[in-house]
């Protein structure tokens, strides 16, 4: 298998993008990405984009077709394919571009990702979202994304002491990075008075432990590593590309504090890079709710389990601490487009490699990692990164 690295990026901005639609949106992180690559569409073999509901947000189903027509490149007749596993399509769609170049079936390959929610209210939004758990067994009885990930909070508490102060310790961290971060939702800090004053949504997560559904579209351009030099003087590399699965409702899990999933990609990921978690010194995990950084963070390794919520409370997840978990903002600040997600992770440890994030920007970061999980964890994706080829 060859080595793949990243030689562009594109992001839109996150939020409620009233004035654009889906198309535009794919149209516009794509023409970034491909122009930070400084390559021409002649020279893309295929087209991964990541995409949850297309046919059920906007009514618009062949979504890889009218990326590939809208972006120009349709006289091409490149092979462009939707992906979709729920929150988790972008890291599926990267997953798939990074196996397309290691393979060696493709040199030059496009992974985007792109979801436009906003075109319905927020009450049918909730109801689609609801769709990535499993409908006969959890959402037909109310089982919201809210309500399951309030069941694992309250269990992680129980079995390991994990405090309410805690949540709200990861949704002020990821609302301060995301004041350094031009693309982001939500652009202000807040307080940890503040989140726990705020309504519960479903005990024990209030308003401000949620993240918010939003527009929005990311991209990167893969090629083959040996060729990378060849278009950028500043290659990321991809060392691993893991992906796994796990039932997809909570009732029939091992442990609902751990993800399984999350913990079988991440060891994989682990093992093929050759390298152990501590070596991660930047992170962007799938923070949909504060208490799935606080697993997450757990499961990837970066800390035993039940020491999430003491590690975020002492300062470990900071830009500057052990790790720096979400300096983007994460989907908590910096906002979810379900299919935009896991793509728009990887941007942000590309530019943090790169040493191009700014006011963000983590120190001596050379290997990073981007973690992305569908529903209450039924898929997890994880992707290491690298500023050198090995």
């Avoid at 049918?124 to 399951?148: H, M, N, Q």
């Avoid at 979400?326 to 600040?333: D, E, H, R």
Wanted: with cysteine.
């Amino acid at each position: 298998m060859r080595k793949v690295a990243v030689i562009g990026v594109g992001c839109t901005k996150f939020g409620e993008i009233w004035e654009k639609s889906l198309r535009d949106l794919a149209v516009e992180a794509g023409v970034k990405a491909i122009e930070d690559a400084g390559i021409s569409g002649e020279e893309i073999d295929a087209l991964f984009g990541g995409n949850m509901s297309a046919g059920r947000f906007v009514e618009q189903e062949h979504v890889g077709a009218l990326i590939a027509d809208y972006s120009g490149l349709a006289s091409l007749h490149i092979p462009a394919v939707r992906v979709e596993a729920a929150d988790a399509s972008g890291g599926v769609a990267l997953h798939n571009a990074v196996l397309a170049v290691a393979s060696g079936f493709y040199d030059v390959v496009v992974a985007a990702g792109v979801e436009k929610v906003t075109d319905v209210d927020a009450e049918r939004a909730e109801e689609l979202l609801a769709s990535s758990v499993d409908r006969e067994w959890e959402a037909i009885y109310g089982g919201t994304l809210p309500a399951l990930f309030a069941q694992i909070a309250r269990a992680h508490m129980r079995a390991y002491g994990t405090t309410e102060e805690q949540l709200a310790n990861v949704a002020v961290k990821n609302h301060r990075n995301a004041v350094h971060n031009e693309i982001a939702q939500y652009r202000r800090e807040i307080s940890v008075d503040a989140v726990l004053k705020s309504p519960y949504v479903a005990e024990p997560l209030k308003v401000l432990d949620c993240s918010t559904p939003a527009d929005g579209a990311a991209a990167l351009v893969l090629c083959d590593a040996e060729k990378a030099r060849s278009y950028t003087d500043s290659p990321i590399y991809i060392l691993a590309s893991s992906l796994a699965s796990d039932s997809l409702s909570l009732h029939d899990r091992r442990d609902i504090t751990t993800m399984d999933a999350t913990v079988e990609a991440a060891r994989k990921a682990f093992k093929a890079a050759r390298i152990e978690p501590s070596q991660v010194k930047v992170a962007e995990v799938h923070d949909i709710y504060t208490i799935s950084e606080i697993v997450s963070i757990e499961d990837l390794g970066f800390f035993k389990k039940g020491e999430g919520g003491k590690a975020t409370e002492e300062g470990e997840t900071e830009i500057g601490g052990k790790v720096a978990v979400n300096p983007s903002g994460g989907l908590k600040a910096c906002g979810h487009p379900p299919g935009a997600t896991g793509i728009r992770q990887a941007v942000e440890i590309v530019l943090q490699l790169r040493g191009e994030a700014g006011k963000r920007q983590v120190p001596n970061a050379e290997i990073g990692l981007s973690h992305n999980i569908g529903g209450t964890g039924g898929t997890a994706v994880v992707h290491i990164f690298s500023a050198s080829p090995s």
